[in-house]
């Protein structure tokens, strides 16, 4: 059956350090996306992209980037973390970028 | 600026019904999404809507009105494991998704 992942499920680093998030979908979407879920806020858009080598930015891209070098994967980092960072991110995936969304289990990540 | 409303926490007793309410403020419309999403866990897809009009799946329903910008999820025979938030997110002008900050649901026995 197709899914998508993550990885790790639980990170917990220090300010300043650069982490990655890994996703992996078998979809074979074209279309992914990074969004990050904090207590009262719905689901924010970092980073999205719609096909190999097409990144674009979100509602909340400062801070992160993410590099799309094949169809099943799109890797975000933090370049320098931050306390504000601590959150849980999701990635998600569509095979049209207005169409079903399927999720990731999701990161939770504790930035201290 | 874009805007989706929804109540934020609401209660219900097991084997009632339910409505919970959306309403949106988005640059262009292109369709209507329901997700649920228990505890700890992702959002799973529940319903779309495009146009107006009552969509029906099982125990779940969804309605929409675009002229009044407004949506609701019905939710009927409540079981205790429909506990959840429900997120309400709505297709923008450009293909993107716009997310309420959902509605947890409680269930009492």
């Known amino acids: 059956d197709a899914e998508i992942t993550q990885s790790p499920r639980h990170k917990i680093t220090e300010t300043g350090r650069q982490v990655t998030l890994a996703c992996h979908q078998t979809?074979?979407?074209?279309?992914m996306f990074w969004y990050r879920q904090d207590l009262g806020h719905g689901l924010r858009l970092i980073h999205y992209?719609?096909?190999?080598?097409?990144?674009n930015k979100g509602e909340v891209s400062d801070g992160y980037s993410v590099s799309r070098s094949n169809t099943e994967d799109l890797p975000l980092t933090l370049e320098s973390a931050a306390s504000s960072q601590t959150s849980v991110y999701f990635c998600?995936?569509?095979?049209?970028?207005?169409?079903?969304?399927?999720f990731g289990p999701g990161t939770r990540l504790l930035v201290l | 600026g874009q805007n989706i409303d929804q109540p934020t926490e609401m209660t219900a007793t097991e084997g009632a019904i339910v409505q919970i309410n959306c309403t949106y403020q988005?640059?262009?419309?292109?369709?209507l999404f329901w997700y649920q999403q228990h505890a700890g866990e992702a959002p799973t897809f529940l319903s779309y809507n495009v146009l107006d009009g009552l969509e029906e799946k099982g125990r779940f329903s969804s309605f929409l009105s675009r002229s009044k910008g407004y949506s609701y999820l019905l939710l009927k025979e409540l079981q205790m494991k429909d506990s959840a938030s429900y997120l309400c997110a709505v297709v923008d002008s450009n293909y993107q998704l716009i997310w309420g900050a959902g509605t947890k649901l409680i269930i009492k026995p």
């Open positions: 979809w074979n979407h074209n279309n």
């Open positions: 988005t640059s262009g419309f292109n369709g």
């Open positions: 992209s719609y096909g190999v080598q097409d990144t």
């Open positions: 998600a995936s569509s095979e049209q970028p207005q169409e079903t969304q399927y």
